[in-house]
């Protein structure tokens, strides 16, 4: 609920530290309240205020054919985070077969899954009017990459990066699934709380480097899922070290386990660590997936017991 409409539902009274101004919304003349409000009054408010603004919220509704939806997030850009969801999602369907997964990119503004992916051109309708995802790898895909030129940007404002939010998770047809893997955009703000609002998601996991700066915003991304009540399954600790391929020395250019520690601070579970390696930047870019490319290496078989891990922490799913 905007200011405005608030201060229309609440009228000319407004509080700071028990008085304050307020001004009439019918009528000229400015009027002044200092009356203190007692606690049970002030509390009296809080409530109200809460009633309505609650009214504002939309009410979740699952995904038509999806039984489970694990966001991947992080406070902060760069951190790996497509990545991470792109292998998480290839590792998801290597662990077992018989488990159908989706991959749905909702970072309107930069979008990666179409590279990773591999994958090019315009959705297809159903009969029904629903977008069918793209296919690659056994993975359906939706981007909004996919609706835009490639090297056109996303120059919108609020209303409409909602508006395409909208479209992305209710005008999709998936089919049936089990696992749904999210790419969120980076950072704490109107996406990742529409969507959280919007459907019901089973975990969230979230990435970061073991840099402070990451850590700090790695921070706010777990307290917003916590204050919208979406479970974390745990942190994936990216890029956590890099080894030299020719002498075989391992230094961590990002410092040492700063996952781990910000996960004992939050009691929350770190998932697995994934190294700074060429492998996973080549294949990324290449469009082919580590997960996918090189099932028996290293850092793929790291992304799958990621995946083990997820699955482990993940509630049952919807029928």
């Not at 899954?113 to 069918?132: A, D, T």
């Not at 991304?221 to 020395?249: D, T, W, Y």
């Not at 391992?250 to 996960?263: S, V």
Request: net charge positive.
């Amino acid at each position: 609920m905007g200011f405005w409409r608030r201060l229309l539902i609440f009228g000319w009274v407004s509080l700071r530290g028990g008085g304050g101004t307020g001004v009439p919304l019918r009528g000229s003349r400015v009027l002044v309240c200092r009356r203190q409000l007692s606690g049970a009054d002030n509390e009296t408010l809080k409530q109200r205020r809460m009633q309505i603004m609650s009214r504002g919220l939309p009410k979740q509704k699952p995904i038509e054919g999806v039984k489970q939806v694990i966001v991947v997030a992080s406070g902060k850009g760069g951190v790996g985070k497509s990545t991470t969801a792109v292998n998480l999602a290839l590792a998801l369907a290597a662990n077992d077969s018989s488990k159908a997964v989706g991959l749905l990119d909702v970072d309107v503004y930069g979008p990666s899954i179409p590279k990773m992916m591999n994958l090019k051109g315009s959705p297809e309708l159903s009969q029904s009017n629903l977008m069918r995802p793209l296919l690659n790898y056994g993975i359906a895909c939706m981007s909004m990459g996919f609706l835009v030129e490639e090297t056109a940007p996303v120059v919108w404002r609020g209303l409409m990066v909602m508006s395409a939010i909208e479209k992305l998770l209710r005008q999709v047809d998936w089919g049936q699934l089990n696992y749904l893997v999210v790419d969120m955009p980076p950072g704490t703000g109107d996406v990742q709380l529409s969507v959280t609002q919007n459907i019901p998601i089973s975990g969230a996991v979230i990435v970061s480097t073991p840099q402070d700066v990451a850590l700090m915003d790695a921070r706010k991304g777990a307290e917003m899922f916590r204050k919208v009540h979406v479970p974390i399954l745990g942190l994936v600790q990216n890029m956590s070290v890099f080894q030299c391929p020719k002498c075989k020395q391992r230094t961590h250019i990002f410092g040492a386990d700063g996952a781990r520690r910000l996960a004992r601070t939050l009691d929350l579970d770190v998932l697995g660590d994934i190294p700074l390696h060429l492998n996973i930047r080549e294949t990324s870019d290449t469009g082919q997936p580590i997960v996918f490319s090189q099932p028996e290496s290293d850092e793929a078989k790291a992304y799958l017991r990621i995946a083990a891990e997820v699955v482990k922490r993940l509630p049952p799913p919807l029928e």
